[in-house]
């Protein structure tokens, strides 16, 4: 009985985002609400179940993270941490000039977007390093990226694929909302699940397939890859528009906002509910504490030494001062002398390989 009511609750709050949606973008007169509608019950899981991050504080350090990485659905974020109580600004200021809720949030004036992800295909490479900085950092947080299937075309996403697979990320959840339209038609595989089932299983990632408008199949996919050995990366098959005739499932709408007529029209078919009391769960703290020594450099005196090897040198002294110093290399270390930090401090040295 439980479990029903929280479900209930859940898609409750998926059609107050979708009605959120729609006004913010036609009060704006641009955006993507279609793209939003399509993931609006993934939203509501992940922030309103899943993921436990103090409302209060965006920097907490044992926050789960959040990658937006189809950017464009900027409007079904800021929806969620005002329904969250996280922020107080005005929805419907929506890529105004003076507010912060821009068409992609940035970082500089949207402080609960750590990256900004208006390039595609970049958001995953983000999760990665959030993942090792985790495992490096002990602690115990998770790293979730929500990515379009438009973008799963990117070369990118197939990098950090193989970074995540090689350095054993289980702390990386991404969840690919595969709406099958991307911007001028049809994306590059379709409702073709299976074959996006072969390709992140083949980069080691556990893959699982669900409808991502069933909340409770939500619910399982991300309850079984918190108890993954593995990354996990699922699969959501969704409709773009969801939830308003004149939107779902139809082309030549992404990137438009409704008019004033039309949105009249598509709220009369989005169920009009009352923010149902849903507690989000704090993160557990994780006592981490920098420990700074003095920095002793190495003084060269009339011996003739490369630049490369003391910036080699100087780089492994900083890190042996402090456990925050990483160096992250692209498999020229022994050329660049970085692996004098790999020597002195070896947990401190990421091998990203030859990569975007």
């Not at 926050?63 to 950017?71: A, M, P, Q, R, V």
């Not at 593995?230 to 139809?250: C, D, H, Q």
């Amino acid at each position: 009985m439980e479990k029903k009511r929280e479900v209930s609750k859940l898609k409750d709050i998926s059609n107050i985002l979708r009605r959120d949606i729609l006004k913010m973008t036609t009060a704006a007169g641009s955006g993507h609400p279609s793209s939003c509608l399509s993931c609006a019950e993934i939203i509501s899981v992940l922030f309103f179940h899943e993921m436990k991050y103090d409302v209060k504080n965006p920097f907490n350090p044992d926050n789960d993270e959040f990658i937006l990485s189809k950017g464009h659905a900027a409007p079904i974020l800021y929806s969620a941490l005002y329904r969250a109580n996280a922020i107080k600004y005005n929805l419907e200021d929506l890529r105004k000039l003076t507010s912060p809720l821009e068409g992609h949030p940035v970082p500089k004036t949207f402080k609960w977007a750590k990256i900004a992800t208006g390039s595609l295909g970049q958001g995953l490479s983000a999760g990665v390093g959030m993942a090792i900085a985790a495992k490096i950092q002990k602690r115990k947080y998770k790293t979730f990226v929500l990515i379009g299937d438009s973008e799963s075309a990117e070369g990118s996403i197939y990098e950090a694929c193989e970074l995540a697979s090689y350095y054993k990320l289980n702390n990386l959840i991404a969840i690919t909302d595969i709406n099958k339209l991307g911007q001028r038609g049809e994306t590059l595989l379709g409702y073709n699940i299976k074959e996006y089932e072969k390709k992140f299983a083949g980069f080691g990632w556990q893959t699982i397939s669900i409808d991502g408008h069933n909340i409770q199949q939500i619910i399982s996919a991300l309850s079984q890859a918190r108890k993954s050995n593995k990354p996990v990366m699922i699969l959501a098959k969704t409709f773009k528009g969801k939830g308003v005739s004149i939107l779902e499932n139809k082309q030549n709408w992404h990137g438009k906002a409704l008019n004033k007529e039309q949105l009249k029209t598509a709220l009369q078919q989005i169920p009009d509910v009352k923010m149902p009391k849903i507690k989000i769960i704090p993160p557990k703290k994780i006592n981490y504490k920098i420990k700074i020594k003095k920095i002793i450099s190495k003084k060269y005196s009339s011996e003739e030494v490369s630049t490369r090897q003391a910036y080699g040198d100087a780089l492994a002294e900083l890190a042996k001062s402090n456990s925050n110093v990483l160096a992250i290399d692209a498999e020229v270390s022994n050329s660049t002398k970085a692996d004098e930090i790999k020597k002195a401090t070896p947990n401190q040295f990421i091998e990203a390989f030859i990569a975007e």
